[in-house]
C-alpha cells in the first residue's frame, strides 16, 4: 500500500498507511537516535515524514495519538543493560479514605492474630521514581530503577552524579541493597525547565517527568547537570538485618549518610495514623517536592516477614493517597473503544485542560451505567445527573492511572443537549453488542472477526508479561494486521511470519522502507526465540476472560504440561471429574472456570489456538521447590480451626516453602493439616488414605516451632 498516492486513499487505507508509517518512523527514530546506527536514508526519512503529513491533511480525523508528526526530538533511550532484582521491587497497596486505613489495620491484625493496638510507621509518599542501590563492602557497585519489579536498567553512572547518594558507607552490612526514590525540588525544577526552554529544549510537565528523563540519560553528563535528589526508604538483599524495626533500619540508613524523610513517625494504630496523614498533608504545600500521600509499614520487621507479599504488592505496608487534583472542561465528544474481551469503554474526548501538571484531553466514562449517572445497583450517582456531549464536567487523577469524570455542571448545558444513546452494535464490527445478567459492561458478540478484539488480542499476545517479543510492539502489531502482503490475524500468524515473508519474493520485508535486511532478520529472530515458551506464559497470552498472570500461573503449575491442561479444559462441563478437579484449585472460581472452558470449547477459538500451539513448543511448569523443605512439590489442604495462625498465613507459609495449597481433597493431596472441627475433608482423607496431620504436626514439619 506503500506506493499508492495520497489522493487515492480511501478513509481505510489511510488508517492502515498512518499505522503503517507511525511504526517505521519510530524504528528509524529509535535506529538514529538511540542505536545510533540509521537504516535508512535522510532522504528516504523526510520522505516518509512528507507522505505522513500529507495523509494527516487528507484525513485530519485520523491523526493518531503517537502520530510522527507529533513527536519532539529523539526517544527515550532503551539502551541501558538489564538488572535482575534479586528481591523484587514492588509497588503498594492504595487507601483512599479513612476507613481503607482501618481496614488495613483490621486485615492485618487479623492475619496476624494480632488483637492489642499495632504500630507502624508513617511517611511521605515521595513522587518520583524508585531506585535500588548495591552496595558491597561499603562501596557502590550498582544501582538500578524498578522497571516491571523483577527486572529494571541498569543506571549506576547516572546514581553515582547524584549528590545525596554517597559513594561509600562505613560499618554497613556486608551486602546492603538501599531503596528509595529519586525527586527533584520544586524550585530545582522550575529552573531547569527555564533553561529548557531559553536553549530551546524540551520542558517537563512535572518534576516527577524530570526526574525520570533525568536520571534515563544514556550521556551521564545530563544526568550530572539535572538537580536530582534521593530519600532512603527501604532496602532489598541485606547480608545482615539493620535492625528490628522500621523505624529503626530507617534511623540506621540515615546514620549510614543517606537522606531519610524527615516525616516519618512511628504510630501506634489507625488513629495516630490518620493524625499524621493530616500533619504531613497540611505541609504539603510547603515541603519543596511533590508527595501524592502517606504511606504506612508495619514496624515490626519480624512482623513485616511473617505478612510477606501477595502478588505484586506486600501485606505490611499501604499508600493512603491525598484526594485528587480537579478541573473543569468540555466534553466534546465520546468514543467507544473496543477492548480484547469485546468490552465497548466509552471514552470521553476533553477540551485539553490542565490537571495537577498534567495536560489532559481523555478521560474514562467507565460504562453506560456511569453516563446515564446510576451505579451497578442501578443506584442514582452524582445525584442521578447523566453525561451529555457538550457538557462541562470536572475531571480528576488520581495517581498515573487514566483521568476519571467525577462530577457534570447542570446550569451550563446547552439547552438542545441530548441524552447520550450507548450503541448496541459494536462500532467496530457491526456485530451486536449485549449485556449479560449482572455485567456492568456491554460487549461485542463478534469474537475473533472483530477486528478491534483480534487487534487488542494481538497486541495482548505480544505483551510484556506474555510473549514478549522484542520488536513487535503494539505498533508493529498495528501495522502488520493490516498489512496485505504479510498480514498477521492471529497469533499463529506471528510464527509463520518468517515462511511467508521468504515466499514474497521482492514484497520481502527486507526491502522496505524502514526495515532493512538486519531489522528483519532480527525480528524473525525474536519470534524464533519464543517458539518456546513456558505454560503458564502461553496461557496468559491467550487473553481469556478472568485468566490473568495469577490464575495463569495457578493453572499452569496445577497441570503442568499443555497435554493435561488442554485434555482437561477441553472435557470440563459441570458434573464430570474434570470439572471437580478445575474448580478443587485453590485460586480457580465458577466464573474463572466458565470462562475457561468456555474458551476451550468454542470452535472458532478453538481452531485458533491449535494453530498457535502446533507453532509452539511448550514447556512444561514444574512446581518450584522454592526450598528443600519437606512440604516442597506437596498438596497439602487446610481444614477446621488453626489455633497458632491464620488461615491465609497457614496458605501463605505453604507456598512460600513450596508446597501446592488445594481447597478440596482428592486423590492429588499428599498432606491434610485438620484442625478442631474438621468435618468432611477429614472423611474423604481418611477415605482416600491421604495423611492427616494437626496443626503442630504441621508447624513441627515446616520446622516453625
Ligand atoms: S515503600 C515494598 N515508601 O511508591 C514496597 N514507597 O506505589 C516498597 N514510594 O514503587 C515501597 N515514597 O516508588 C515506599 N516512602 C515510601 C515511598 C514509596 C514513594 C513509591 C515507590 C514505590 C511506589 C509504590
Given at each position: 500500500m506503500s506506493d499508492k498516492a495520497v489522493e487515492h486513499l480511501n478513509e481505510a487505507d489511510a488508517r492502515a498507511e498512518l499505522a503503517r508509517l507511525s511504526a517505521v518512523l519510530a524504528d528509524a527514530n529509535r535506529a538514529y537516535h538511540t542505536l545510533d546506527a540509521p537504516e535508512i536514508s535522510d532522504a528516504e526519512y523526510d520522505a516518509l515524514k512528507r507522505r505522513n503529513a500529507a495523509i494527516e491533511a487528507r484525513f485530519?480525523?485520523?491523526?493518531?495519538?503517537?502520530?510522527p508528526s507529533r513527536q519532539v526530538g529523539?526517544?527515550?533511550?532503551?539502551g541501558f543493560g538489564k538488572i535482575a532484582h534479586q528481591v523484587r521491587m514492588l509497588s503498594l497497596e492504595n487507601a483512599f479514605d479513612d476507613a481503607d486505613v482501618a481496614d488495613f489495620d483490621d486485615r492485618v491484625r487479623k492475619y496476624l492474630n494480632h488483637s492489642g493496638v499495632l504500630a507502624y510507621t508513617a511517611e511521605p509518599k515521595i513522587d518520583g521514581l524508585s531506585l535500588s542501590l548495591r552496595y558491597e563492602h561499603g562501596q557502590l557497585v550498582q544501582a538500578a530503577t524498578r522497571g516491571d519489579g523483577e527486572v529494571g536498567e541498569n543506571v549506576t553512572d547516572n546514581a553515582r552524579t547524584i549528590a545525596d547518594i554517597p559513594h561509600s558507607l562505613h560499618g554497613a552490612p556486608e551486602v546492603l541493597e538501599v531503596r528509595g526514590e529519586v525527586y527533584m525540588s520544586h524550585a530545582d525544577f522550575a529552573a531547569l525547565n527555564q533553561r529548557q526552554a531559553q536553549a530551546g529544549d524540551k520542558t517537563f510537565a512535572n518534576p516527577r517527568n524530570a526526574a525520570a528523563g533525568s536520571l534515563r540519560q544514556l550521556d551521564t553528563r545530563i544526568t550530572a547537570s539535572r538537580p536530582l535528589r534521593f530519600f532512603a526508604y527501604g532496602w532489598g538483599v541485606v547480608s545482615d538485618p539493620l535492625a528490628a524495626t522500621q523505624f529503626d533500619a530507617i534511623a540506621r540508613l540515615a546514620a549510614l549518610g543517606f537522606q531519610t524523610n524527615p516525616l516519618t513517625v512511628r504510630c501506634e494504630g489507625p488513629d495516630a495514623m490518620l493524625a499524621q496523614y493530616r500533619a504531613i498533608e497540611a505541609q504539603r504545600a510547603s515541603l519543596g517536592y511533590d508527595i501524592d500521600g502517606v504511606v504506612y509499614k508495619v514496624n515490626d520487621l519480624a512482623l513485616q516477614a511473617r505478612l510477606g507479599f501477595r502478588s505484586a504488592t506486600p501485606r505490611w505496608a499501604i499508600a493512603h493517597k491525598f484526594p485528587a487534583e480537579l478541573a473543569w472542561t468540555e466534553l466534546l465528544g465520546i468514543d467507544i473503544q473496543v477492548g480484547r474481551t469485546g468490552a465497548l469503554s466509552p471514552v470521553a474526548r476533553l477540551r485539553p485542560v490542565t490537571v495537577g501538571g498534567v495536560v489532559v484531553s481523555n478521560a474514562t466514562l467507565h460504562n453506560e451505567d456511569y453516563i446515564a449517572g446510576r451505579d451497578a445497583k442501578g443506584q442514582p450517582i452524582r445525584g442521578g445527573k447523566d453525561i451529555r456531549v457538550g457538557d462541562w464536567v470536572q475531571v480528576y487523577r488520581a495517581g498515573d492511572v487514566i483521568p476519571k469524570v467525577a462530577d457534570v455542571d447542570l446550569d451550563r448545558r446547552k439547552i438542545d443537549a441530548q441524552p447520550y444513546v450507548f450503541p448496541h452494535e459494536c462500532p467496530e464490527c457491526g456485530s451486536p453488542a449485549i449485556r449479560e445478567q449482572g455485567d456492568a459492561v456491554r460487549r461485542c458478540t463478534g469474537g475473533l472477526i472483530c477486528p478491534a478484539q483480534a487487534v487488542e488480542r494481538l497486541r495482548h499476545f505480544v505483551s510484556r508479561h506474555a510473549?514478549?517479543?522484542?520488536?513487535?510492539?503494539a505498533k508493529q502489531i498495528e501495522m502488520f494486521f493490516h498489512d496485505a502482503d504479510l498480514p498477521v490475524k492471529t497469533p499463529a500468524d506471528i510464527f509463520t511470519l518468517a515462511s511467508r515473508d521468504a515466499a514474497n519474493g521482492l514484497k520481502r520485508l527486507k526491502n522496505r522502507d524502514g526495515f532493512g535486511e538486519t531489522s528483519a532478520a532480527k525480528l524473525f529472530a525474536a519470534i524464533e526465540a519464543r517458539r518456546s515458551i513456558p505454560l503458564d506464559r502461553l496461557l496468559f497470552a491467550l487473553g481469556i476472560r478472568h485468566v490473568g498472570e495469577v490464575a495463569a500461573q495457578i493453572l499452569a503449575r496445577h497441570y503442568s504440561t499443555w497435554q493435561a491442561f488442554e485434555a482437561a479444559v477441553t472435557h470440563a462441563t459441570p458434573g464430570t471429574a474434570e470439572w471437580n478437579d478445575l474448580l478443587s484449585i485453590d485460586g480457580v472460581g465458577q466464573t474463572l472456570a466458565e470462562s475457561l472452558t468456555a474458551a476451550f470449547q468454542n470452535a472458532a477459538e478453538r481452531a485458533a489456538i491449535d494453530a498457535l500451539v502446533a507453532q509452539l513448543e511448550v514447556q512444561p511448569v514444574v512446581?518450584?521447590?522454592?526450598?528443600?523443605?519437606?512440604?516442597?512439590g506437596k498438596t497439602v489442604v487446610f481444614t477446621g480451626t488453626?489455633?497458632?495462625?491464620t488461615r491465609a498465613e497457614a496458605k501463605a507459609r505453604a507456598e512460600a516453602l513450596g508446597a501446592k495449597v488445594a481447597g478440596s481433597v482428592s486423590a492429588k493431596t499428599d498432606l491434610l493439616v485438620a484442625g478442631p472441627g474438621a468435618g468432611s475433608k477429614a472423611k474423604e482423607a481418611a477415605r482416600l488414605g491421604v495423611t492427616t496431620i494437626d496443626e503442630d504436626g504441621w508447624l513441627a514439619l515446616i520446622g516453625a516451632t
Open positions: 485530519p480525523a485520523l491523526i493518531r495519538e503517537d502520530s529523539a526517544p527515550v533511550a532503551d510473549f514478549d517479543i522484542e520488536g513487535l510492539g512446581w518450584k521447590a522454592a526450598s528443600d523443605s519437606p512440604v516442597a488453626l489455633e497458632k495462625m
